[in-house]
């Protein structure tokens, strides 16, 4: 069965560090690729995706992906990060082309410090 | 835009009641779904459907049912409500079809039950 695991809970950042939300998935197919985010208060909502082509994945508010086949993963980045960002990230994947189920990682909770 | 709306963003009921989530989509979307989220755990599939009056069971089933007998509505049914279904309840929808860009779920604003 399909998995997806995020490697950290809870982050905890300064205003302007970088970020790095680590995410793998268990599937050997073709998968298609997402990260959700949701703000305080709102509604889940698509920060990216991966479908095929170019690896480098970029997606709202400076948000950016790499897919890397060869070790399942696909880690968000982020180089300058700002208070605003405070919020829950998921990862998720699917199988492509199946009009398939989402499978969510459990999410990792980041909080930016002014 | 697409816009998912469910019928309540708080609920208060007490155990053994049976409890209707209500869940609408204006987008014609085929496919729709409900999670449920607690901390720690993410978002986990209850049921899903890939069109009117079909059901698929998700990854915890137990404990509730599913109707879509309209193609934007698709209802979450707790048969009697227990504590350990306090939770968060997210309907998503999808276009469906396989293809690409037609697999992005929009999210509602999410139901908060509490069962006392």
């Known amino acids: 069965a399909q998995s997806v695991s995020q490697h950290n809970h809870h982050v905890i950042l300064s205003e302007a560090a970088s970020l790095e939300l680590g995410c793998n998935y268990s599937?050997?197919?073709?998968?298609?690729l997402f990260w959700y985010v949701q703000y305080p208060g709102q509604h889940l909502q698509l920060l990216l995706k991966y479908f095929s082509g170019d690896p480098l994945v970029k997606g709202i508010k400076g948000f950016e992906a790499e897919f890397i086949k060869s070790k399942f993963s696909f880690n968000l980045r982020k180089p300058s990060v700002q208070w605003s960002d405070t919020a829950e990230y998921f990862c998720?994947?699917?199988?492509?082309?199946?009009?398939?189920?989402?499978?969510f990682g459990k999410g990792t909770r980041l909080h930016i410090l002014p | 835009d697409v816009k998912v709306t469910q019928s309540s963003r708080y609920l208060v009921k007490r155990t053994g009641e049976k409890v209707f989530l209500e869940c609408v989509q204006d987008?014609?979307?085929?496919?729709m779904f409900w999670y449920r989220q607690d901390p720690g755990l993410g978002l986990r599939l209850i049921y899903f459907?890939?069109?009117?009056?079909?059901?698929e069971k998700g990854d915890i089933p137990e404990g509730y049912s599913v109707s879509r007998e309209k193609k934007e509505r698709f209802s979450l049914i707790l048969e009697s409500a227990s504590t350990n279904q306090t939770s968060m309840y997210l309907c998503a929808s999808r276009e469906g079809g396989g293809q690409a860009d037609q697999e992005t779920q929009y999210f509602g604003p999410g139901t908060r039950l509490l069962v006392l």
């Open positions: 459907s890939y069109d009117v009056k079909m059901k």
């Open positions: 998720a994947v699917n199988r492509a082309n199946r009009d398939d189920k989402i499978i």
């Open positions: 987008m014609d979307h085929e496919n």
């Open positions: 599937y050997g197919g073709t998968v298609n």
